[in-house]
C-alpha cells in the first residue's frame, strides 16, 4: 500500500516546475479505511459465494480474479489497493460537492461494499448529499446493511463505521479505527 500511496503522490506532481521540495502528506485517513474495508471483507483465498450472492475472492474482489479459483494474500491485498482507488475515482465522479478526506474514504469504503448504483442513490437523490443536505449521508447510509434479503450484522457494523469516518472532523481517525472495530 505504501507503494502504490507513494506512486499516485509521485505521478500528481510536476518535477519539472517544483523550485521548492514537495511534502507529501501522510494519508492515515485512507490507511485507516483499507484496514476497515479489509477487516469487514475478510481475506480468502478460494473463490466462494457471499451472502449476496456473488462470486468473490480475496477481500470482497467479484471481478476477473475470481475465475483462478484462488488467490495470496499479497494478490488480494494489491488488487484491494487497485479497487479502492478506482472506486475513489467513482466517488468523485459522482459526488458534485466538496469532501473532506474522510468523507471521501467513508463513501470509497460504502461504494466498494455497495456499489455505483447504490453509492448514487445515497448522494443524488432530492434533497440528499448533491443538495449539499452533508447530513443525509448519516441519516441513510446505516439503511444499507442487507444481503441475500437479511439485515446482515457485519453490515450494521461495517456502516457504523463508515459513518463514523463520515463524520471525523479530524483528518486523522486512528483512534476511530481501533474503536470501531
Known sequence: MKTLLLLVA??????TEASEP?????????????????HFEGFRAKAYTCCGGKRTIGYGHTGKAVAKG??????ARNLLEIELFKTKEIVLS?????????????????????GRGA???????????????YQSVSEIMPKYRMA???????????????VKLWNNP???SKSLMISSL
Not at 119 to 133: A, H, I
Open 148 to 162: 441475500g434479503g437479511k439485515i446482515r450484522e457485519g453490515l450494521v457494523k461495517r456502516r457504523k463505521f463508515e
Open 22 to 38: 514537495v511534502l507529501v502528506k501522510p494519508q492515515i485517513v485512507w490507511y485507516d479505511m483499507v484496514q476497515g474495508v479489509k
Open 70 to 75: 484462488i488467490i495470496s494474500e499479497q494478490e
Open 94 to 114: 459522482i459526488v458534485k460537492v466538496p469532501l473532506t478526506d474522510s468523507q471521501l474514504a467513508s463513501l470509497t469504503s460504502f461504494t466498494y461494499n455497495c
Open 170 to 172: 479530524v483528518e486523522h
Open 119 to 133: 453509492l448514487y442513490q445515497l448522494v443524488s437523490q432530492e434533497g440528499r448529499l448533491n443538495d449539499g443536505n
Open 10 to 15: 509521485l505521478t500528481s506532481i510536476n518535477l
